[in-house]
């Protein structure tokens, strides 16, 4: 007998939005997913021989790319941040839409001219510093998880990169966006090895990709 499929999913705005387009595909989780006093991260599927657990974006491609869960869905933000040789994104889920972005204190005088060293605060160390090699400008990048807008004023660091959905919080905190590193979107992620060796992935891949073209045909 086949063990049961595990899909990781992340939490907050990314699953909101995934979740209409999971049940259409056939992955509905049992009643308790949706209770919020519910400390549980492991939850059984209605009528399927699947399992979903619910963590961190950033543990979701971990899990999937070293094989712990089989599929999943993340931001591509966290693809491009890990770049698992093991992890393949073959559907691009159209949901989850935002942008990473670099940004300092509003009326800050632009000096990526000038400047040769930076330091940056973010949870995107590789993508920070990609972007800012790009420039010609060693960036220093101060690891975040949270509280992102705090620290520059604190004198922490002189920029920013952060997920940007509307600007609100940035501008709430004095700062202001100055560009764009990546457009973002909720894609499925799938282990190359069980894709490879587990027909049902490869369906499961199928299935997704069928409901997106379907939803940007109408």
């Known amino acids: 007998m086949q063990k049961p499929l595990t899909f990781a999913v992340p939490k907050g705005r990314i699953l909101d939005e995934a979740l209409p387009l999971m049940a259409r595909a056939g992955v509905v989780p049992e009643a308790e997913f949706h209770d919020k006093k519910s400390r549980a991260l492991s939850f059984a599927c209605e009528n399927s021989d699947m399992r979903i657990i619910r963590v961190r974006a950033f543990d979701v491609a971990t899990f999937v790319a070293h094989g712990a869960a089989q599929v999943g869905i993340v931001g591509s933000d966290v693809v491009e941040e890990f770049a698992y040789s093991d992890l393949y994104a073959p559907v691009d889920l159209d949901v989850g839409h935002c942008r990473l972005s ?61 997920l940007v959905s509307t600007g609100k919080t940035l501008k709430d905190n004095g700062l202001a966006e100055t560009s764009v590193i990546l457009q973002i979107s909720a894609r499925l992620i799938v282990n190359r090895a069980a894709l490879k060796t587990d027909e049902r992935v490869g369906e499961l891949v199928e299935r997704f990709r069928a409901l997106v073209a379907e939803q940007k045909a109408a």
Do not use: C, W
């Not at 992102?148 to 920029?159: D, F, K, Q, Y």
């Open 102 to 162: 670099v940004a300092e204190p509003a009326g800050q005088e632009p000096s990526n001219t000038a400047a040769s060293h930076l330091r940056v605060a973010s949870k995107y160390p590789n993508l920070t510093r990609r972007h800012f090699e790009g420039l010609g400008i060693q960036a220093e990048v101060v690891k975040l998880n949270g509280a992102m807008e705090l620290a520059p004023g604190l004198g922490l660091a002189s920029r920013i990169v952060d």
